[in-house]
């Protein structure tokens, strides 16, 4: 694998995990998504996959210097 692709998405994927706890357990609560959504599980894949799908076009995307 190439090793400055894995470092942008790992650093994107950190901070964008962060940000995302900010959000959701700081300013929005967690329990008001479950409310809003009425699923404890539909909420979680929910964030996982707001976390993992830009990671992966991040990965995907970066340019390899030669």
Known sequence: MKKRKIKYSAIFSLCWFALLVLLVDGIIKFQT???YFGS????????LLLVILPTMGVY???????
Not at 40 to 47: D, P, S, T
Not at 60 to 66: D, L, V, Y
């Open 60 to 66: 995907a995307f970066t340019k390899e210097k030669q």
């Open 33 to 35: 998504l479950v409310d």
């Open 40 to 47: 404890y599980a539909l909420v979680e894949i929910a964030l």
